[in-house]
């Protein structure tokens, strides 16, 4: 019977989510370069966590029947090719993910509470390798989602999570002085350009 992922994460959903992430970073890649203002205004967070994904992926063929090997492969990519702050960050974070993955009961799947304690180490991966970390970043998402209760049943587990990470995004404009910088610029050029419109 195919694993729907309510119950467990085997491999196939694993790496299905991991498919899917990337096409989010795709979509949105200029959306984050746009964001990008910290530590430096480069404008390639978004260009080089979907360059760091991307050769994660492509480091997972032929890992496909146990989900600890399959984010093991995944962070290692990763890893090897993590381009800029955001890259390593997100790099590490797998890593992380997958050092929790790797002590799963079952070596082909993982329960809710164990999905939890990866998420938990990820976290706690990601925010280490960083020497100065600051909140309102990549990292305090990553801890927003490390801090929701495991639920027996993946599918509510999932939007849970889903909710305290969209709270902690709209948070961090509060947390990080640079977005609030470039929240306040954002509304005056669109209030520039509402008044254009109605001249």
């Known amino acids: ?48 966590s979907l360059h760091t994904l991307k050769a994660g992926i492509a480091n997972t063929s032929g890992h496909v029947t146990d989900v600890g090997e399959f984010a093991t492969a995944l962070a290692a990519g990763a890893a090897k090719a993590a381009m800029g702050n955001s890259g390593v960050i997100l790099a590490q974070y797998l890593q992380g993910l997958a050092q929790g993955l790797s002590k799963t009961a079952t070596p082909d799947q993982c329960s809710p509470s164990e999905w939890q304690q990866a998420l938990q180490q990820a976290a706690v991966v990601s925010r280490e390798s ?70």
């Open 130 to 199: 960083v020497l100065t970390p600051a909140e309102g970043t990549m990292l305090t998402i990553a801890d927003a989602a490390a801090k929701i209760p495991a639920q027996t049943d993946f599918k509510k587990y999932y939007e849970q999570i889903q909710l305290a990470v969209r709270a902690a995004v709209i948070d961090t404009q509060f947390l990080l002085p640079e977005l609030k910088q470039l929240l306040f610029l954002y509304l005056v050029l669109v209030t520039c350009d509402f008044v254009t419109k109605i001249q």
């Open 1 to 48: 019977m195919t694993n729907t992922g309510n119950a467990v994460i085997d491999a196939d959903v694993f790496r299905a989510a991991m498919a899917q992430f990337q096409d989010l970073l795709a979509k949105n890649e200029q959306l984050l370069n746009d964001l990008n203002v910290y530590p430096v205004p480069d404008s390639d967070t978004g260009s080089n």
